[in-house]
T-cell receptor
């Protein structure tokens, strides 16, 4: 079967760094996406990784290891507005996205 | 309009009634998708369309139907609603169904079936 695992909830302090992990087992792999979803809103695209390594985009970075079936999203200099759910999704062999349940990130002042 | 719109924003529906959720995009994207999002679960694909005139079944298609008569519109119909279809429904689109193309999401429709 196909499976995406993420922690349900994490808490971090404003100004700090947090790493959100995602492990996956899917039928085929055509890249991994991270999305941000604020409560009551639609998901919005953060990053895409298809090759191993780190992709940096401002305060956000995403890492992929295909051999380990593992990715993480790194958020630096946390701000209160970063309080949201972070969704990991893998593009499978049929080019459909398989989604994790999301990690709710709570930022404390 | 810019992006994807969905209607209605929310709806309370009696079980057994028929309901169509509307989705329109103005980005000329080829691919469109319908997902449902339930607490504690990831987004689950209901139906998709890789291009106008074609549709396909996703992970949870039972009880739902779609059509794609043109590029812009992708309505989702519940023929006879049941309480287990209570959920938040998101429509999404992407330039291509192929590798690497991000999906853009509409604001969602919150549906309650009583």
């Amino acid at each position: 079967g196909q499976n995406i695992d993420q922690p349900t909830e994490m808490t971090a302090t404003e100004g700090a760094i947090v790493q959100i992990n995602c492990t996956y087992q899917t039928s085929g792999f055509n890249g991994l996406f991270w999305y941000q979803q604020h409560a009551g809103e639609a998901p919005t695209f953060l990053s895409y990784n298809v090759l191993d390594g780190l992709e940096e985009k401002g305060r956000f970075s995403s890492f992929l290891s295909r051999s380990k079936g593992y990715s993480y999203l790194l958020l630096k200099e946390l701000q209160m507005k970063d309080s949201a759910s972070y969704l990991c999704a893998v593009c499978d062999s049929n080019y459909q996205l398989i989604w994790g349940a999301g990690t709710k990130l709570i930022i404390k002042p | 309009i810019a992006g994807i719109t969905q209607a209605p924003t929310s709806q309370i529906l009696a079980a057994g009634r028929r309901m169509t959720l509307r989705c329109t995009q103005d980005m000329r994207h080829n691919a469109m998708y319908w997902y449902r999002q339930d607490l504690g679960l990831g987004l689950r694909l209901i139906h998709y369309s890789n291009t106008a005139g074609t549709t396909g079944k996703g992970e949870v298609p039972d009880g739902y139907s779609v059509s794609r008569a043109n590029t812009d519109d992708f309505p989702l119909t519940l023929a006879s609603a049941v309480p287990s279809q209570t959920s938040v429904y998101f429509c999404a689109s992407s330039d291509s169904p192929a590798q690497g193309h991000e999906q853009f999401f509409g604001p969602g429709t919150r549906l309650t079936v009583l």
